[in-house]
């Protein structure tokens, strides 16, 4: 069963490959049109929970799915794929569903902007680390030969540059980054979604049958993304508004940048894709089902939510 699963390769050609290149950073100019220098105050004003956010995404997230892999012996390419979402940064769609939620939404752009500059060195390292880790996976790494500098470039030209290009458009024509920023990302991330859907279309009866085999993986896994961001606010004792950004942003991973290194590094292969195309799907049922709750539950009334 392994070696059928991990022989399934995801049909995503050059032109497509690059398309959806293309649509992930068009959906990062579009979050970062949005995004001003005085953002980042955020962090002057409220370390603690910037850090907690942070930390959460590129510490606690990827530590604890390393223990779940460990405990729960996935496939290797399952678990594999497990680490790289976990060592993503916070998906697209956070800074909307945190607003809907009633959360901190200038904390949750913050945590965007930061995460996503972070991620250019963070997560080909924590894919690195704790990939290498784990024996089975290990040997996945081996086997692929990961060029990490050659990983770090690609990320830094997907995240990092769309995002200091929307950001130089908000500084030298704001009126027009405002009228533009909502529309623009709105759009590019529908495009990019479609993007994914095709993909999945495209390998429906692949993905038919062995959508069963990670829908529990997937579940748990995104459920403990979440419980982590949650229990560490509160354990911090950050106000009730930051622990839902913080819950949401470490639970809306951005598998859409894990699918494309896949593409891109692992030849896509057939258990890593899977995984990171349900989790892309389930964490946007997820999180709009998370986010829609709080909404109509007063922050004051969140202990067990």
Not at 165 to 184: H, N
Not at 206 to 217: K, N, S
Not at 278 to 292: D, E, K, N, R, T
Request: a neutral charge.
């Amino acid at each position: 069963m392994e070696n059928q699963i991990d022989q399934i390769r995801i049909d995503f050609d050059h032109e497509a490959l690059w398309t959806l290149n293309a649509a992930l950073a068009l959906v990062m100019f579009g979050i970062a049109l949005q995004v001003r220098p005085s953002d980042f105050r955020e962090v002057l004003k409220n370390p603690r929970s910037v850090l907690a956010g942070v930390c959460c995404q590129f510490l606690l997230l990827p530590a604890l799915t390393f223990l779940l892999v460990w405990w729960w012996e996935p496939l290797p390419s399952f678990a594999l794929g497990m680490v790289l979402v976990a060592a993503c940064p916070g998906g697209n769609v956070s800074n909307f569903m945190v607003h809907l939620a009633g959360g901190n939404t200038a904390l949750s752009v913050s945590l965007t902007a930061l995460a996503t500059l972070f991620a250019v060195i963070l997560t080909p390292l924590n894919l690195k680390l704790w990939g290498g880790l784990y024996g089975p996976t290990q040997l996945l790494l081996k086997e692929v030969h990961i060029d990490l500098w050659e990983m770090i470039r690609l990320v830094a030209l997907l995240l990092a540059v769309p995002l200091a290009a929307g950001m130089a458009v908000r500084a030298w024509k704001p009126l027009v980054a405002a009228r533009l920023g909502k529309v623009f990302k709105s759009i590019s991330l529908l495009f990019f979604l479609l993007l994914i859907f095709l993909a999945l279309y495209n390998n429906r009866g692949v993905f038919q049958e062995y959508v069963a085999m990670v829908f529990a993986l997937v579940l748990f896994h995104n459920l403990a993304a979440l419980a982590t961001g949650f229990a560490t606010g509160h354990a911090l004792g950050l106000p009730g508004k930051d622990i839902r950004s913080i819950t949401l942003e470490t639970g809306i991973q951005n598998s859409g940048l894990g699918l494309l290194l896949i593409f891109t590094f692992f030849d896509g292969l057939g258990g890593m894709a899977l995984l990171a195309a349900f989790w892309g799907i389930w964490h946007l049922v997820s999180g709009l089902a998370l986010a829609s709750l709080w909404g109509w539950v007063p922050t004051k009334k969140e202990s067990i939510l």
